[in-house]
């Protein structure tokens, strides 16, 4: 009986200082040698300052940016509570949001089909990108803000389209904190990011 105990005391010891000391090191060393920006979260570093990341949406709403996708994650765009708003299309409250979203997004371009991302969240609510089709929805606000001609903001649009991973997975995408810090780059910074 004492000869077990202490096997299986030696044991838990072994798989604990294996598994919950020496594999995390092994696998974090690994990714910080192989995968430094993935690893790190692939933060965008402006000017030595970090502006976001690649993989998390933030918020946009002045008139001379492009907007993001609604967030439904915390107080939007918030990591920690990653998640849709987890209402039923009959959700009264989910609804009024949409409606809302809608008559206020259709001001900009009245007669104009809005693209759907514009008003709908995403499942994860930190979505980074948007529809080709909701960043051209939104090229007459932004170019009117800046002062630029609508082919210009179209063709930076144009410069910021993804196309689908390997050709084929996934749709064409604009990364929305890319384009705008484009923008910026562009035709200055504006006032209410």
Sequence with gaps: MKKNIQIA????????VLLGIVYPLVVTALAQLLFRDKANGQLIVQNGKTVGSRIIGQT???????HSRPSAAGNGYDAANSAGSQFAPTNQKLIDRVNGDLTRVQAENPG????VDLITTSASGLDPDISPAAAAFQVRRVASERKATEEDIARLVAEHTEGRQLGLLGEPRVHVLELNLALDASYGAVAGK
Excluded: S
């Design 60 to 66: 946009f709403a002045g008139p001379g940016y492009f």
């Design 112 to 115: 104009v089909p809005v693209p």
């Design 9 to 16: 005391v030696l044991m838990t010891v072994a798989t604990t």
